[in-house]
């Protein structure tokens, strides 16, 4: 069972007093950096400075040479130019590691960003990486279009699966990456039990040759639960979705240990992708603030929402992880975990169309286009996290990208819908599925 991380929190953050709960962790944060004192603002300073005023050669000299030797989050280095270190998003990822439990963040433009920089320091060519075989589409790509290109091989398996996690690890294997629950299908992956297959194979293997674990938690968000206290050794963040909350801003964000900081902060210093102060304002002020309130909230309707799909006569299969049929429920009670310990199952339903012909399905486009043009709740629109409930269907929109059969095997239906559940009433969400039901009969 997950343990209450509040206590924990204050040992890892330093000057909030001890005992502090997340929710008010992240309303008052520390706004101020060791680099730059901002306490006396409430609320912390939107910097938009690409370049800093350097007191002398010598101090410019230093920063730079820190940051060629991957060592710059030893020595705390000043301010130099925007895409290596900034004020704003170095109080964003302050937080965001203290809230994940890793030792630093490093925060990207994009979740693709961060998942690319996360794999970018782990992999060289030659090397391999096993992954869950259903995945978010811009990173199915990525590890199927582009890794090749770069003589890196992904194995992609079922790690519901530890035999076949196992059976796919080789001498050349250095990540294993994974989301969970996973996007759209919301299965999940048991961190806990990947992390004894591979600290298995870590004993046999020389420090430069470690295995990582690296787990996408946006579906969960730290709120939900927090993967490095569970055994992955970084987490990788889409911050566009529900830790951003308002669908204004994109971000991502690394999470992991120290050994790997310097190296992250150098792939965003000639990689490019860091994340614009401006963006980082709004999730530092906005988003995080609010992220508990927004997820109870949220997770109320997705019960009441699951429960009314589950028992519509049209609705084939719906998978939410806080209903009580879900197939990895003990897995769910686990992992998904608040930080004071309440099972937290996050705010994504995926569901299933009653079709004659589920390769042609016709009730799941009726359904869905009808929402697109008359519902007042759903919007039909990619993305997820936000304060509107958005619906799409996978296998069209955010997973064209994965094959067809690869789809089929990796259970993403063409009679399949994902729903991100917003802040509106449940009734309201259901007073609607309900008119678009009546008309696909
Ligand atoms: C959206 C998403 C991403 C990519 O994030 P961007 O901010 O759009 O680049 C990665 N993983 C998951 C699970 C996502 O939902």
Known sequence: MSKNT????????????QGTSVESFLIHGRHFTEKWDFRHHIIPPQSSSVTYRLDKTERGARGFQEYASGDAHK??????????????RGMLEDELAGFE??????????????????????????DELVAHKTLYGCTYSLLTNW??????????????????????????TRAVYFESPVNPTLEMIDIEAVRRVVDEVNKKRAEDRQLYIVVDNTFAT???????????????????????????DMGGAVIGPHDLEGQVLLYRKDFGGALAPKSAWPILVYGLPTLPLRLKRQMETSYEVA?????????????????????????????????????????????????????EPENNIKVVDWIAKHAYTMTLAVSLGQLRTLI??????????????????????PNGVRISI????????????????????
């Open 307 to 359: 429960r009314y799909l589950e028992g519509h006569p049209m609705v084939a299969r719906v998978v939410y992880p806080g209903l009580e049929n879900y197939p990895q429920r003990a897995l769910a009670k686990k992992q998904m975990r608040s930080p004071d310990g309440s099972f937290t199952p996050g705010n994504m339903i995926y569901f299933e169309t009653v079709e004659e012909n589920a390769a």
């Open 6 to 17: 509040g206590s924990d929190l204050s040992k890892r953050v330093r000057n909030i007093p």
């Open 422 to 441: 917003g802040v509106e009433s449940a009734e309201d969400i259901i007073r609607d599925f309900e008119k678009a039901f009546e008309q696909a009969k």
């Open 222 to 248: 730290p709120f939900c639960q927090r993967p490095i206290e569970l055994g992955a050794h970084v987490v990788v963040h889409s911050l566009t979705k529900n830790i951003g909350g308002y669908g204004t």
């Open 147 to 172: 890794y090749p290109r770069l003589n890196i091989k992904a194995n992609l398996v079922d790690l519901r699966s530890i035999d076949a996690l196992k059976e796919s690890i080789t001498d050349k």
């Open 75 to 88: 020595n705390k280095p000043i301010y130099i130019y925007d895409r290596l270190d900034e004020p704003t």
């Open 101 to 126: 439990g890793g030792d630093f963040c490093v925060a990207f433009s994009t979740g693709m960003a961060a998942i690319s920089a996360a794999l970018g320091v782990l992999l060289n060519s030659g």
């Open 392 to 413: 799409e269907n996978p296998g069209a929109m955010t997973h064209a990208a994965v094959p067809a059969e690869k789809r089929i095997e990796g259970g993403i239906a």
